[in-house]
């Protein structure tokens, strides 16, 4: 029987497909490659069961090794972001939060810039006078409280986990806001407090 598949390997021009011993065959591509990346994950689950899927995929991203086939010029359209690496996923885990020591809620530990960087004197988010979000989970209105004793102009984005900007308004120089999200999907959600350009804070909700 093995005979019979090498024989047919090298009618089709596949030899190199056939090991020497003639008891396994080589083969690629992403019908390979999926589920071995999904068993991988499978496995990340077990082990830290309360993530969410973009937290698994950064730490996914993260552990991937690069080498003289992947280079160090990633990502790219034939590796991505590298080669996944079991073992060294399994020792990663992505911690959220604010990378810039500049920021007065630096976070030495954090791995992973989350937008929740906050200067000038506007509070932490880990102050709930800072930002505030609620009903949390919520079915169709949000209500925002923040900080504003300079009464400024902030705005206020909406993204998905993915980053499609779903809402965008002014705040005025009040310091709270509702707006309605009945008509979104079930699922995570971010609220950015905006000043111009620069996220002064950021809070996740989940609509139910």
Aim: glycine content about 6%; overall charge negative; aromatic content about 12%.
């Amino acid at each position: 029987m093995l005979q019979s598949i090498q024989s047919t390997f090298i009618a089709g021009s596949s030899y190199w497909k056939v090991s020497a011993d003639s008891m396994h065959l080589i083969d690629g591509g992403t019908s390979m490659a999926a589920p071995v990346v999904a068993g991988i994950i499978a496995l990340y689950m077990q082990r830290y069961p309360t993530l969410d899927w973009k937290e698994i995929k950064d730490a996914l991203l993260a552990s991937a090794i690069t080498d003289s086939f992947t280079t160090t010029n990633i990502p790219n359209v034939e590796w991505g972001f590298g080669k996944v690496d079991a073992f060294n996923f399994l020792q990663t885990l992505v911690v959220y939060g604010c990378t810039d020591s500049t920021a007065l809620n630096y976070n030495p530990l954090a791995s992973d810039d989350d937008g929740s960087c906050v200067y000038n004197g506007v509070p932490s988010l880990e102050n709930e006078s800072g930002f505030s979000v609620y009903p949390n989970p919520t079915t169709d209105f949000i209500h925002l409280e923040w900080f504003n004793s300079e009464h400024k102009n902030y705005s206020i984005e909406v993204v998905s986990t993915t980053g499609k900007i779903l809402n965008h308004f002014s705040s005025g120089k009040s310091s709270i806001a509702n707006f309605n999200c009945s008509n979104y999907s079930s699922g995570v959600y971010y609220c950015l407090l905006k000043d111009g350009k620069t996220i002064l804070a950021v809070r996740k909700f989940v609509k139910l």
